[in-house]
């Protein structure tokens, strides 16, 4: 224990913390941001007026994710090419938390994109972290009443987008195998073999780097996007298996620098969603794992 109660409480909770802010903005460099206000907020609060530390926290930081939620939103409408969450190197606990893991997967990340800010983090608070509706409310500067009604709307807003399907590890990881050793020995063919024929791909370049610009739909213009990006790719390309936004993910790296980290969205053992992302700026978090809780 350190001798300051408030930095106690602080660390015993940043986790959660930097989950909520994450899952809340897409974005692991913005929750951090989020994360550093939160600690000089609190640092200034009377510690013998706050009844509930995580409580307080969980208000502070939401509403600081809120504040920032709506100010990149302006910011991506002009972003170059489709925009995806930056990944994020999980820890295997995270994997096992399945309710953890897809509330943080990429595919429900873009998802939780189509919501407004305050549906975003209604339902982040409330179907995530358990939060009761009188807490939420206050973090959001709503009557309890007017919170149950936006946390149906955003439900139903996303189990319409993203139902709730039983998806194995183990399917993910042998999809992935495949995928992995059709770039490895450009038998690039064998990837029709697990693509869905209506499977779409996003790439991320963010106009930094070669990347699709539209979303790529069904598996035959997704095989020609891939023989033409392999054509061209410089040399060395090497690939390692990694847990990336608790799901087996590739990274991939050229010329001994890291280029892309890849995810699939597998589905009854066909590959369903590809995303890739390239933009330098958003690869800073896949060196290190990054401790989430909920």
Same mark, same amino acid.
């Given at each position: 224990m350190s001798a300051d109660p408030a930095t106690? $409480?602080?660390?015993?909770?940043?986790? +959660? +913390?930097?989950?909520? =802010?994450? @899952?809340?903005?897409? #974005? *692991?460099?913005? =929750?951090?941001? $989020?994360?550093? @206000?939160?600690? +000089? /907020?609190?640092?200034d609060v009377d510690q013998d007026?706050?009844?509930?530390?995580? *409580?307080?926290?969980?208000?502070?930081?939401?509403?600081? =994710?809120?504040? /920032?939620l709506r100010t990149v939103g302006r910011q991506r409408e002009t972003y170059v090419g489709p925009w995806l969450p930056e990944p994020l190197l999980t820890a295997p606990d995270v994997a096992e938390d399945v309710e953890l893991a897809e509330s943080v997967s990429t595919a429900m990340l873009l998802v939780l994109e189509t919501l407004t800010p305050t549906e975003r983090a209604v339902f982040v608070l409330r179907e995530v972290f358990d939060v009761g509706y009188d807490e939420i409310a206050a973090a959001v500067e709503k009557t309890p009443a007017a919170v149950r009604q936006i946390a149906h709307r955003a439900r139903s807003h996303v189990a319409a987008r993203q139902? /709730? $399907?039983?998806? #194995?590890? @183990?399917?993910?990881?042998?999809?992935l195998a495949t995928f992995r050793e059709a770039l490895e020995t450009g038998d690039l063919q064998a990837l029709l073999d697990v693509m869905a024929p209506d499977v779409v791909m996003l790439s991320d370049g963010g106009g930094v780097k070669q990347a699709a610009l539209r979303p790529i739909?069904? =598996?035959?213009?997704? +095989?020609?996007?891939?023989?033409?990006? #392999?054509?061209?790719?410089p040399t060395p390309v090497t690939m390692q298996n990694v847990l990336v936004n608790g799901t087996p993910g590739l990274r991939i790296d050229t010329g001994g620098e890291l280029d892309t980290i890849a995810t699939l969205k597998v589905e009854g053992g066909l590959v369903t969603a590809m995303y890739l992302v390239r933009n330098p700026a958003k690869l800073a978090f896949v060196d290190a794992e990054q401790p989430l809780a909920r």
């Open positions: 106690d $409480v602080f660390v015993a909770h940043r986790n +959660l +913390l930097f989950t909520v =802010a994450y @899952e809340m903005l897409g #974005s *692991a460099a913005d =929750a951090e941001d $989020v994360l550093q @206000e939160t600690w +000089l /907020r609190w640092a007026e706050v009844r509930d530390g995580r *409580a307080y926290l969980v208000r502070i930081t939401t509403r600081l =994710a809120l504040n /920032r139902p /709730r $399907v039983e998806v #194995s590890q @183990e399917d993910t990881r042998r999809v739909v069904g =598996a035959d213009k997704v +095989l020609r996007w891939f023989i033409g990006v #392999s054509a061209k790719a």
